[in-house]
């Protein structure tokens, strides 16, 4: 059963810092890999979709990159900023069978940026 | 609209009743997917629709629990008898295709007192 797990559980930065949130699993044969963002109330925002032959996607300030073998994604932010606060959820397609339509997500990272 | 819409967004119920939650995907698409997110325990997969048929309702926590979609398009999610432990958001989600990227509304609240 694939599992994912997501760390830091919660983080927050000052504005304008760099920062890395983590995404593990552990099943490696995995379709591709998203990151969601979800405000509070609110419901999910795809940020980057990474395919399993990929190894990384970019869109404007954020970069995701995906090791297979290994088990991992990471979601880079550069330049945080206050609207940047959101929770950020990381979630795995299986690509065994005819599966490969469930999405299995982490509990999510709550990011605080401060002003 | 342009993105998948759920009503309502909020649903407040007395134990014992039933609801019925509704879910309107993104035209064209043909795969319709409900997850429940509840707290403490992140987002779970409940049931997968192409067009009108149910292959996978593997998630479906209790019989209590069923959903329909009809001309393939919209869904609805009921659950019977609810109880305290059914309080959660239940998001629905459209693709074009079941290894598309999916799309998610909006969510409703569900609280059970």
């Known amino acids: 059963k694939q599992e994912v797990t997501q760390i830091p559980a919660a983080l927050s930065v000052p504005e304008g810092e760099n920062l890395v949130l983590n995404c593990s699993f552990t099943d490696s044969a995995i379709y591709n890999l998203q990151w969601f963002r979800q405000d509070p109330g609110k419901g999910l925002t795809s940020l980057l979709l990474i395919q399993s032959s990929q190894r990384e996607q970019t869109s404007g300030r954020l970069n995701a990159s995906l090791d297979k073998s290994s088990g991992r994604s990471t979601l880079y932010i550069a330049a945080s900023q206050p609207g940047d606060s959101a929770t950020y959820l990381c979630a795995v397609r299986v690509g065994r069978g005819g599966s490969n339509y469930k999405l299995t997500f982490g509990k999510g990272t709550l990011l605080t940026v401060n002003p | 609209g342009a993105g998948v819409s759920q009503s309502p967004s909020n649903k407040v119920t007395e134990k014992g009743k039933d609801v019925e939650l509704r879910c309107d995907p993104i035209?064209?698409?043909?795969?319709l997917y409900w997850y429940r997110q509840s707290l403490g325990q992140g987002l779970e997969f409940l049931i997968y629709f192409q067009g009108n048929s149910a292959p996978d309702k593997s998630g479906l926590p209790s019989d209590r629990f069923s959903a329909e979609r009809t001309g393939g398009s919209v869904s609805t999610l009921t659950i019977q008898r609810t109880q305290q432990e059914d309080s959660a958001v239940y998001l629905c989600?459209?693709?074009?295709?079941?290894?598309?990227?999916?799309?998610f509304g909006p969510g409703t609240r569900l609280t059970v007192l």
């Open positions: 035209s064209g698409h043909t795969a």
């Open positions: 989600a459209s693709s074009f295709g079941p290894s598309n990227e999916q799309f």
